[in-house]
């Protein structure tokens, strides 16, 4: 009750919720039914804006290995716990909505999942195959469930043993963001492990907060007042017992995982402002690219057009052509863009069109050194010439005054060169190693990994004992 009064209070304090906006399902309340009802309409009201689904209370896992969140009414004959797949596939293509589960999902004894925080209890053991709303959930293939097989009877073997769960796993990814206790890195954790996993949280904490969680999170939003983005939310969590935070996130795909603000890769979603309209975000933005590109395909119309009328009048306009090739680049038109920077560069490079250019602008020279950078980073970014683009580079250094962003194209460029030119090195190796009769027995793996579409015959052992 403690940590739901929390945050219901940080919803309205924080994130100007009204009380209306938020559904409190407390104890008996909280039935299957109730929740799952509860969070379809939730995730329906996050196509249109900002969702929080909170879930603090008991986890445990079900017949076939997965978590759970327990219900009021759930260890009742024919009623079941809601499986996080359940959650995760009525939430599917929901970014707006953001997840949070305090409860534990990880069985430390084999007496069952309990505790020092009673946020766990054991397995139902009902089978899940009779949930009648189940006809959503994907099917298990026999591999899956022999693979939790083999991790259940290992499990049972010893106390002493960890087994861990794939938290990569797409059931887990509830919304756009999904937020767990550490502890479901874990689906065993022996109980003469010595763990953290299990401490409580300080008396003085505990008299106003019963999950780790959510004083974490809590602790988070009221550190301090600039808190905005997700990113500076988590890093200003504080920890309980531990030099890192008690909770991950899991983001909108299965390799973006936070678990510290030193181990995360969340990308782009660590910018998001908390709890933003993320669809309303994307629409606008998409809105105006489209209204930016417009103008940008209008100025390429009018360039093209001037650069038809100076060849025309038999003049060169090579500062056409490098505005040109930039206009290409901002609409993704690479080819052309190169096209146009090439054409700039020719025209600047010769003698008498320069010297007439600089008697019309004495920024003339600026502009040949502007054509190189542009083309250096264009063709590094579209990875078309590694070389050309650090030879356009190196070019530009020598422009009066050196734009600072070419010292990041360039030392970029120049290890992506120092990359392919190692590359090649060893593919050729190798293609010498087959040409000499492959005589370690490795043909396949060589001529898989150099994309060779010979047959090659599969050995499951080297030719010889050679060295």
């Known amino acids: 009750m403690n940590d739901v009064s929390a945050f219901q209070e940080v919803l309205i304090k924080r994130f100007n919720f009204k009380n209306e906006d938020i559904i409190l399902l407390l104890d008996s309340a909280a039935t299957r039914a109730a929740i799952l009802d509860s969070f379809k309409e939730i995730v329906t009201k996050a196509q249109n804006g900002a969702a929080l689904f909170y879930f603090a209370g008991i986890g445990s896992i079900n017949s076939e290995g997965k978590p759970t969140i327990v219900c009021s009414d759930s260890r009742l004959d024919q009623v079941y716990d809601i499986g996080l797949n359940e959650l995760s596939l009525l939430s599917r293509e929901s970014s707006n909505l953001v997840t949070i589960f305090d409860a534990e999902f990880t069985r430390y004894s084999e007496a069952g999942y ?18 009648p709303s189940l006809d959503i959930a994907p099917t298990v293939s026999s591999e899956e469930k022999g693979r939790r097989s083999d991790e259940n009877s290992y499990v049972t073997t010893s106390n002493h043993k960890i087994v861990y769960r794939h938290i990569e796993d797409e059931e887990l990814r509830i919304g756009g963001l999904s937020i767990y206790p550490r502890s479901i890195s874990y689906k065993f954790y022996g109980e003469n492990n010595e763990s953290e996993l299990e401490i409580k949280l300080p008396e003085e904490i505990n008299k106003n907060f019963h999950g780790k969680v959510t004083y974490s999170l809590i602790s988070g939003l009221y550190s301090k007042g600039n ?8 890093a200003s969590s504080p920890s309980v017992s531990s030099s ?3 909770f991950i996130v899991l983001g909108n795909s299965q390799e973006k995982v936070w678990s510290s603000p030193d181990h995360q890769n969340l990308g782009s979603q660590l910018n998001e402002i908390i709890l933003e309209n993320v669809i309303l975000r994307d629409t606008l933005t998409q809105q105006f690219i489209e209204i930016e590109q417009e103008s940008i395909i209008e100025t390429i119309w009018i360039l093209r057009r001037l650069i038809e009328h100076k060849q025309q009048q038999e003049e060169w306009y090579p500062e056409g052509h490098l505005n040109l090739g930039i206009a290409y680049s901002l609409i ?9 920077l090439e054409n700039a560069v020719s025209l600047y490079s010769d003698n008498n069109i320069m010297e007439l250019e600089k008697e019309k602008d004495s920024n003339a020279e600026d502009y040949y050194f502007e054509c190189h950078f542009q083309l ?12 050309k683009a650090v030879s356009n580079l190196e070019e530009a250094k020598n422009a009066k005054l050196v734009d600072s962003r070419l010292y990041y194209y360039l030392g970029k460029a120049y290890l992506a060169l120092a990359e392919e030119e190692i590359k090649n090195k060893g593919m050729e190796s190798l293609k010498l190693y087959l040409d000499n009769g492959a005589p370690l027995g490795y043909e396949e793996d060589v001529r898989r990994l150099i994309g060779s579409k010979n047959d090659v015959v599969s050995r499951s052992r080297p030719r010889n004992s050679e060295t």
């Open 376 to 387: 250096g980073k264009i063709l590094f970014e579209s990875k078309n010439n590694l070389t």
């Open 244 to 246: 890192e935070p008690p």
């Open 227 to 234: 808190v905005i983005t997700n990113g500076e939310w988590f």
């Open 332 to 340: 993704g038109k690479t080819k052309e863009a190169i096209l146009e």
């Open 114 to 131: 309990m505790n020092n925080n009673n946020r766990s209890i054991a397995s139902d053991t009902k089978d899940i195959k009779n949930i």
